[in-house]
Structure formats: C-alpha cells, structure tokens
C-alpha cells in the first residue's frame, strides 16, 4: 500500500540541518497493524503526516498503492487521500459542531456533493454514529456540541470516526494521549478489533509503548527523525527498546527474553 525510499523532510523555516525525518525507508502492506514508537521530537508526527500526503517529502520517493502521489495531479491526490483516514492528536472538531455531524464527516469522501451538503443540516445516518459513540463509552454524548467535551472525550470521537469511515488506510497521531489507562487499553481494543473487521491498514503512533508491544505485531522505532528498528513484535528485545528512548546504541549481546504477550482487554459496547 505504502512505500518510503530515503525520505527525508525538512519544515519550512526550519535550518537546513534539522531534518524531521532522515532518509526513511520501509513499506507498508495492506492490512497490515504496526505501532511507532519514540522519545518526544523523534519525527513520529511527521511520519503520520507523510503517509497521509499531509506533506510531501523534501527528499526521497513516496509511492501511494504503486504511484508516485506528488506527480500526479491535485485532484488525484485528493482521490487518494479520500481513502484515507487521519486521526490528529488533537482531532480538529469545530467547537459549535454537534458530536454526530463531527462523526458523519469520516463518510464525506465517499458521499457525493449533494449527500455531503444535506448530511451538514440533517445527518444521514444517526444509528451508525449513535452505535460508534457506544464502543467508547460516549452515546450521551451524541447530540452534545463539540466545545462541551473534555480533552479525553475530543479524542474518542476522533477515535469513533474509525468506525464510520470507508477509507482503508487508517493513520493516527498519539490517539491516546489524554485518556487514563483503562479508557486508552479499551479504546485502542476497539480501534484494533474494528480495524481487522474492515481489513483497513492500521499505522498508529504511541507513546505508551506498553500498549504498542502488548498489540501490535510490527513496531517501528524511531529516533532523531531515523528508523532505529523495524522489527517484528516477537523479535524485538528490551535493550532496544531502552536504548532507543535513552538515546543509545543497542548492544549486539540482545536479551534472550522477548517483550511479553498480553491479551487485549475486552470491550463490551451498548446494544
């Protein structure tokens, strides 16, 4: 679905020698479920951004299904995109907005522009919305305008669009960030299960890396804007995982002992 060779980004009015992201290579398959972890300003941010063609790589080739997005033109890249789905950090829902027209907005690009416009005055499908807000605990929540959730709340709406989308290329930026412990193990359990049940393309960014090890069969290590490691979850050593947050080199003498399976919790929502 995805590939990156030697990607490199430099932000506009950044200096020339800080790179996000330095000459990254690696693929993406589809349907596949892979975590990216790393120590705050590794470039994980930017590497979300550059796979959604939020950005386009200052150096490097970026192929989207097979071609090159940014020799195509602007209304075919935003075809492609229209099969994607990126959820921010901090979803960008407009404050006066009702919860339900905010979770309608993930089925826009496959509505057409008469559908779209009628779906802002009356949303079209009320059920699949109410039935999203009831895997993460938010079906009161359904008619409630946007500036009136918490922090945690904003952020599991933006998780609920997942469930209303059509796109089959999910990217999400530290979606758990301002969700306690539980709320953030039973809202990614709901966004892993939902994904595997559409056969949609999971890329998530973490910091709680507990989670991402617990979860996810690929985790990509990323460090300075650098892939540190690209390995498979039952391959991946704790001196790795150490040595990327302490800023080190891991040492060829591995641990013998993987990072330890942990079963998802499960997750009942309302009927």
């Not at 951004?49 to 989207?64: E, I, V, W, Y």
């Not at 009320?126 to 500036?147: G, N, S, T, W, Y």
């Not at 979860?215 to 804007?225: E, Q």
């Not at 690209?230 to 947050?245: E, G, K, S």
Request: charged share 20%; aromatic share 4%.
């Amino acid at each position: 679905m995805l590939a990156l060779t030697d990607c490199s980004h430099l932000h506009p009015g950044a200096a020339p020698d800080r790179f996000a992201l330095r000459s990254v290579s690696l693929s993406i398959e589809a349907g596949e479920q892979v975590a990216i972890i790393g120590p705050s300003g590794a470039g994980k941010t930017s590497l979300i951004h550059l796979l959604a063609l939020a950005m386009r790589p200052t150096r490097g080739d970026l192929l989207f299904g097979g071609a090159c997005p940014w020799g195509q033109s602007g209304r075919q890249r935003h075809g492609l995109r229209s099969t994607l789905l990126l959820v921010p950090q901090v979803p960008p829902l407009p404050p006066r907005q009702r919860v339900v027209t905010s979770l309608m907005a993930a089925r826009l690009p496959a509505m057409s522009l008469l559908r779209s416009l009628a779906s802002l005055f009356y949303p079209l499908d009320i059920p699949a919305a109410h039935q999203a807000l009831c895997a993460f605990d938010l079906e009161e929540k359904l008619f409630e305008r946007v500036d009136r959730l918490s922090g945690g709340e904003r952020q599991r709406v933006g998780l609920a669009r997942c469930l209303m989308t059509r796109a089959q290329l999910w990217l999400l930026d530290e979606p758990l960030s301002a969700l306690d412990p539980v709320k953030a193990r039973a809202a990614l359990a709901t966004v892993l299960s939902a994904a595997e049940a559409a056969n949609a393309t999971l890329v998530v960014s973490l910091h709680q890396v507990d989670l991402a090890l617990a979860h996810f069969p690929r985790i990509i290590g990323l460090r300075d804007g650098e892939v540190v490691f690209d390995v498979r979850r039952q391959d991946l050593r704790d001196n790795q995982v150490a040595a990327l947050y302490n800023g080190e080199t891991a040492s060829p003498e591995a641990s013998a002992d993987p990072w330890p399976e942990e079963s998802l919790i499960p997750v009942t929502g309302c009927r």
